[in-house]
């Protein structure tokens, strides 16, 4: 075997900066940590050990591998960690927002009702996220093209995510329980908009970073991405263990201790990992960086340089995983109780429970069809655009436990409903994300030069649904007496994140329909339609709001719908081709036009 770099850069002099930038990012997060982040406040316990020892040891383990030679598992170890520290940076700056809500006894325990300002420890801390993130794209890009190989099989892929699902559901769950009036504290569903937006990310990171490195074809990069996502993971929710067991009024709580069974599941994951692949003596080059294997640069041709995507079947497998849990825990959500009355007893009952239902049950059906290959294909555009029908319901379906909750006094508290409605939203923006790394994989997979597109007629109903889709998704549906159902344009709500999020995505299909093979655009245009269909669906399923009737949103969907269905059966037949005068020369003298002369 022989050095051979990739040549898009030189990966032996990449890792080593990757390294150092997680030195770095291990130093400042270290600092943050000892620094007080709010300016004349201390932490609720002695902390600064437990975060010192969390901050290292990402760095830590990846030195360890590269000093014995594994260098494509170090790289790993670092993307794995940097995956989640989009989410950790925001949920920091709650800090910065209001350091009272963010819950953080190992940083910050308020005493009294203040709004202290930033001190030095937050941006220290923040500035070690954005160095961890840019020491995992280094390590990434250190790997360079890899030799295509399977060190775990379907088995790895699945159990891998599972295992990080299990994670997210933590992470979306109470930290601890507390009954500290300076220290309110709930699931990330009742918390402010930063906390939300920082659980939401990490709880997609986990199982999308851990489906990749698992397919990723590298038994280093898998085993490496698993042990850094693991020790993440561990950072993020063993404080809050901790401070539900050290912390006076407070007490430990579930979702620390799910993460953590999460966590420790990856690190199972990944030595499954390592013990394939040093059971593959054929693969143990895939360890060191630049070697290649003999041939591999003419069999690559011009692919050299492009990181090795995971196969598209078993992205197929992942994303309908990820598509039928998502269903699952949608008609959970859906059937189970999300508000409680005094004892436990079942309250009122969301009026789009039956909304979200029908959500759920599409989604899961079209993630059925991804573990039949024949029909993988055809059905993956349409999931990648009915998975919004989920958070379309599904934020709609938490209203009604959102106002419980500020019904506190009343006796009404929300119920387990919640958490599963909670994490059907999560995983299906995993399930969006999972798609869409499969479809590029397709596309890469595929002759996309001068392939069939659809005809021109195409454009005049994908313009009129994409306008119509504007007001169907932005105005009132449902109106009723004393009840404003929220919208885009008015009363912004908790519902009104699900319609913005539906919005996008059946305008940005049909900005995407014109540039796809037909049979694809039709298949995306059939997923708006589907979506477009639940929120005409939002009137005869909603039940229990008294005198309720069809606004101009509602019409305005209902046309849209047609639009889009049309544009369906118009994207299935490809533009015809102009016949050339010297085409139509030739089969006039009975000669074959595509003979080479």
Same mark, same amino acid.
């Given at each position: 075997?022989?050095?051979t770099?990739?040549?898009d ?7 080593p ?6 030195a770095v990012?291990?130093?400042? !997060?270290?600092l943050? +940590?000892a620094?007080?982040?709010?300016a ?6 002695s902390?600064?050990?437990l !975060?010192?020892v969390?901050?290292?040891?990402p760095?830590?383990l ?8 594994r ?5 790993g170890v670092?993307a794995?960690?940097?995956?989640l520290?989009p989410g ?7 800090f910065?927002a209001?350091?009272?809500a ?16 930033p001190a030095?420890g ?5 500035a070690?996220h954005v ?6 794209i ?12 399977e060190p775990?099989?379907r *088995?790895l892929?699945?159990?891998g995510?599972?295992?990080?699902t299990?994670a997210?559901?933590?992470v ?9 009036a300076? !220290?309110p504290?709930? +699931?990330?569903f009742?918390g402010?908009?930063?906390v ?7 709880? &997609?990171?986990l ?5 990749l ?10 085993t490496?991405?698993?042990?850094g996502l ?16 050290v912390?006076?009024r407070l007490s430990?709580?579930s ?8 966590a ?6 990944a030595?499954?990992a /390592?013990v394939?692949d040093?059971g593959?003596?054929?693969?143990a ?10 041939g591999e640069?003419?069999?690559r041709?011009d692919?050299?340089g492009?990181?090795n995507?995971p *196969? &598209?079947?078993r992205?197929?497998?992942?994303t309908g995983?990820? #598509?039928?849990?998502?269903g ?7 059937l189970?109780a999300?508000v409680?009355i005094?004892?436990d007893?079942p309250?009122?009952?969301s009026?789009w429970?039956w ?5 759920g049950?599409l989604t899961?059906?079209?993630?059925? #069809?991804m573990?039949?290959?024949r029909?993988?294909?055809?059905m993956?555009?349409?999931l990648s655009?009915c ?8 934020t ?5 436990a959102?106002t ?17 409605t909670?994490?059907a ?6 399930? #969006? ?10 596309r890469?997979?595929?002759d ?6 659809p005809?021109p ?5 994908l313009v009129?649904?994409?306008?119509l889709?504007i ?5 009132? +549906?449902i ?13 912004f ?5 699900g319609?913005?999020?539906?919005l ?10 014109p540039r796809?093979?037909?049979a ?11 979506l ?8 005869? !399923? ?6 309720? /009737?069809p606004g ?11 639009a ?5 059966a118009?994207?299935?037949?490809p ?5 050339t005068?010297?085409?139509?020369? +030739? ?11």
């Amino acid at each position: 075997m022989t050095d051979t770099p990739p040549a898009d850069g030189q990966p032996n002099a990449m890792l080593p900066t990757a390294l150092g930038l997680g030195a770095v990012a291990a130093v400042l !997060l270290s600092l943050g +940590s000892a620094i007080p982040v709010v300016a004349d406040a201390a932490p609720g316990y002695s902390s600064t050990a437990l !975060l010192i020892v969390l901050a290292v040891l990402p760095i830590v383990l990846a030195a360890v591998f590269a000093l014995r030679g594994r260098y494509v598992t170090a790289a790993g170890v670092l993307a794995g960690a940097a995956a989640l520290a989009p989410g950790r940076a925001i949920l920091d700056l709650q800090f910065l927002a209001d350091p009272s809500a963010a819950a953080r006894p190992e940083l910050y325990r308020p005493e009294v009702f203040a709004m202290p300002g930033p001190a030095a420890g937050l941006w220290l801390l923040l500035a070690g996220h954005v160095a961890t993130l840019a020491a995992g794209i280094l390590g990434v890009r250190a790997i360079g093209p890899r030799p295509e190989s399977e060190p775990g099989g379907r *088995g790895l892929l699945l159990t891998g995510a599972f295992a990080a699902t299990v994670a997210a559901v933590g992470v979306m769950m109470q930290p601890f329980s507390t009954n500290d009036a300076f !220290l309110p504290v709930g +699931s990330a569903f009742e918390g402010p908009g930063l906390v939300l937006a920082g659980c939401l990310v990490l709880a &997609v990171a986990l199982p999308v970073t851990a489906g990749l490195v698992t397919s990723s074809g590298t038994a280093g990069l898998t085993t490496g991405g698993l042990v850094g996502l693991a020790v993440a993971a561990v950072a993020v929710s063993l404080p809050n263990l901790v401070s539900g067991l050290v912390v006076d009024r407070l007490s430990v709580a579930s979702g620390p201790v799910v993460v953590l069974v999460g966590a420790v599941a990856l690190l199972v994951v990944a030595v499954r990992a /390592h013990v394939a692949d040093r059971g593959e003596s054929a693969s143990a080059d895939g360890e060191r960086l630049g070697e290649a294997m003999p041939g591999e640069n003419e069999a690559r041709g011009d692919q050299a340089g492009v990181a090795n995507l995971p *196969g &598209v079947r078993r992205l197929w497998v992942a994303t309908g995983v990820l #598509a039928v849990l998502t269903g699952v825990l949608s008609l959970i959500g859906a059937l189970t109780a999300q508000v409680l009355i005094i004892g436990d007893l079942p309250g009122p009952e969301s009026p789009w429970r039956w909304l979200l239902f029908v959500a759920g049950l599409l989604t899961g059906v079209l993630g059925l #069809a991804m573990f039949v290959p024949r029909l993988a294909a055809n059905m993956r555009p349409a999931l990648s655009v009915c998975w919004a029908g989920v958070p379309l319901a599904g934020t709609a379906v938490l209203t009604t436990a959102i106002t419980a909750t500020e019904l506190r006094a009343a006796g009404l508290t929300p119920g387990p409903g919640v958490l599963w409605t909670a994490v059907a939203i999560v995983a299906a923006v995993a399930t #969006a994300c999972c798609s869409v790394v499969a479809g590029m994989v397709e596309r890469d997979n595929e002759d996309v030069a001068g392939g069939d597109r659809p005809g021109p007629n195409l454009m005049t109903p994908l313009v009129a649904g994409g306008i119509l889709a504007i007001g169907g998704f932005g105005t009132p +549906s449902i109106l009723a007496p004393d009840y404003v159902e929220p919208a885009l344009w008015s009363n912004f709500g908790t519902p009104s994140w699900g319609l913005l999020l539906a919005l996008i995505t059946v305008v940005g299909v049909c900005l995407l329909a014109p540039r796809c093979r037909p049979a694809r655009a039709a298949a995306l245009l059939a997923g708006a339609t589907c979506l477009a269909g639940l929120r005409v669906a939002e009137y005869p !399923l909603t039940v229990g709001v008294a005198g309720a /009737h069809p606004g101009v949103g509602w019409w305005l969907a209902l046309a849209c719908a047609v639009a889009l269905l049309i544009a369906t059966a118009v994207a299935a037949r490809p533009a015809k081709k102009p016949t050339t005068g010297r085409t139509t020369a +030739s089969r006039s003298r009975g000669e074959d036009p595509t003979r080479k002369r």
